[in-house]
């Protein structure tokens, strides 16, 4: 029988972290995945996503920008957009299984299931690991409709090699909003079905409800309070049924994505044999990320059940895991982490919204503003531009931050850096920033 003294499940950020930091401390290491090598972010998530967006930013730029400097409007190409993307994907799984090589990793591919707490199976043949780790991420949530088989998933959208002529998104969370800004500047006619009364429920409400105003001034059309209940195919396209308060409704399509949330994808491990402990968010786990039940399996990424599903948290729980597993005892003392949804204008996060910060009892002052008429905003002639602070009354301390502009993904890292500093508003205002930054925008918040 094989013997290793680390099993990883996942190639992907997580558990390629823990697999080359526990190889090159000297252990016997092995890992697996039953998809190419290299994971979510890298191939089908974060990082082609971001590339497909920079010729789509460009476009905007000029467009808001036609007639004021650019005479000429240039041409969006869906198809080579798609080419971009794909040149900096493909050499993504020989690269990643190289390194892990490199680093004397053993490299399996397909699907070993648990056999007991110590063992696995792969094709017929048994592994025993002292230690194993689970990092498979996560999967998208199946829809049980009528119809369900005509759905895409977010993997389908960087095989699109043009804009479908109308895309209809069943659920409007992060992925229905960036793909959807995306393809309604490229062409497509777009239209998100959301069960809840807003789109991005997650998000602090005012600045999420004027991104969604953009959303719909862009063309898109957001079908709120409404569930998606079957996907019919009627000459070639989809139909797509959806349930409101007043009856049942339909939209059409050229494609029919499912971007109705992502669970963890755990199924196949058989992990019941092991005696490891999930729940809906993932495998059960405590502040050394071990799980609950089985101290020897250790789970990091998105299939953990700590914390969000975001790929800086994903690295930042592997390096924990492997110090672990090389007994250093270390635990997650989770960070005030930022997020941010890459549409145009972006909108982005960190901690508390007003609601959280009322319901945990703080007493709070709540800086508030609709700055669209701002300089950096007439300069670049964006969409809009709305911030909200959420403060400690008395200390001035940050508690939350919410940006909806063009740079809020870079602006909320400011808050980041002040939270973990543990600067308050004032400290924050009285720094220097460069001038006329998005930055320097956050000295006048108010
Ligand atoms: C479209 C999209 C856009 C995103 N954009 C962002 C963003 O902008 N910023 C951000 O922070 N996060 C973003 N995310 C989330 C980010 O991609 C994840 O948080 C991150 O990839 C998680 O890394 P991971 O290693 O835990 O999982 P993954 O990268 O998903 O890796 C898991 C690996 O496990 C493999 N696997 C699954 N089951 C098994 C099994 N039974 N046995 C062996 N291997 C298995 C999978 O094939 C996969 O390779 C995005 C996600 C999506 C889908
Ligand atoms: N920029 C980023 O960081 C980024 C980008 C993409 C994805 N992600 C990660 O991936 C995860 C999954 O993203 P996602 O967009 O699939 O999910 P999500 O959880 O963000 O949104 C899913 C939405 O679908 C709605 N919904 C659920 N069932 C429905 C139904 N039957 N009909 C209509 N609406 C329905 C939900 O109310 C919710 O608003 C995110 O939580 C995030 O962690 C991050």
Redesign the pocket.
């Known amino acids: 029988m094989k013997k290793y003294d680390v099993f990883v499940?996942?190639?992907?950020?997580?558990?390629?972290?823990v697999a080359r930091n526990c190889a090159q401390a000297g252990l016997a290491v092995a890992i697996?995945?039953?998809?190419?090598?290299?994971?979510?972010?890298?191939?089908?998530?974060?990082?082609p996503?971001?590339i497909m967006l920079a010729p789509i930013e460009a476009y905007e730029h000029a467009s808001k920008l036609h007639g004021y400097g650019i005479a000429t409007m240039p041409v969006l190409d869906f198809g080579q957009i798609h080419q971009y993307a794909k040149k900096y994907t493909q050499g993504i799984p020989a690269k990643t299984e190289k390194q892990l090589q490199d680093d004397g990793i053993a490299c399996y591919r397909?699907?070993?299931?648990f056999k007991n707490p110590h063992t696995v199976t792969l094709n017929k043949t048994d592994i025993y690991a002292k230690t194993f780790v689970i990092?498979?991420?996560?999967?998208t949530r199946p829809l049980t409709i009528p119809g369900a088989a005509f759905l895409k998933e977010?993997?389908d959208?960087f095989k699109l090699l043009k804009a479908p002529e109308k895309v209809v998104f069943i659920g409007g969370g992060?992925?229905a909003l960036?793909?959807g800004h995306m393809l309604a500047r490229a062409g497509s006619k777009v239209a998100i079905i959301e069960t809840g009364n807003r789109i991005l429920k997650n998000f602090e409400e005012s600045v999420t409800l004027k991104l969604q105003k953009i959303t719909e001034d862009l063309g898109v059309d957001i079908i709120l309070n409404a569930r998606a209940s079957s996907v019919e195919t009627i000459n070639g396209r989809y139909v797509v049924n959806y349930g409101k308060e007043d009856g049942i409704h339909q939209v059409t399509a050229s494609e029919v994505f499912n971007t109705s949330g992502?669970i963890p994808?755990?199924?196949?491990?058989k992990l019941e044999l092991a005696g490891v402990v999930t729940s809906k968010t993932g495998v059960v786990v405590n502040e050394f990320m071990q799980s609950i039940s089985q101290p020897h399996i250790y789970a990091?990424?998105?299939?953990?059940s700590m914390g969000?599903?975001?790929?800086?948290?994903?690295?930042l729980?592997?390096t924990i895991v492997a110090n672990n597993i090389l007994g250093k005892k270390e635990e997650l003392q989770l960070p005030s982490i930022p997020?941010?949804v890459?549409t145009i204008p972006q909108l982005a996060t960190i901690g508390l919204t007003e609601k959280q910060a009322l319901q945990q009892g703080h007493k709070i002052t709540v800086l508030e503003n609709d700055a669209s008429n701002w300089f950096n905003v007439r300069r670049i002639k964006s969409d809009g531009y709305q911030y909200k602070i959420i403060l400690e009354k008395e200390t001035e301390a940050i508690l939350g931050a919410h940006i909806m502009g063009a740079a809020a993904s870079d602006q909320i890292n400011m808050f980041a850096i002040a939270i973990k500093a543990g600067m308050n508003m004032e400290d924050l205002k009285s720094t220097i920033f460069t001038y006329p930054s998005w930055g320097n925008d956050i000295l006048s918040y108010k």
Do not use: H, M
Not at 32 to 47: A, F, H, K, V, W
Not at 265 to 269: D, E, G, M
């Open positions: 499940f996942g190639t992907g950020i997580a558990g390629k972290v697996i995945d039953t998809r190419e090598y290299g994971g979510t972010c890298s191939q089908r998530g974060c990082d996503k971001k397909g699907e070993a299931i990092a498979t991420g996560l999967i977010y993997d959208f992060y992925i960036e793909f992502r994808a755990v199924k196949s491990l990091c990424g998105d299939v953990s969000l599903p975001l790929t800086p948290l994903s690295g729980q592997a997020s941010a890459f």
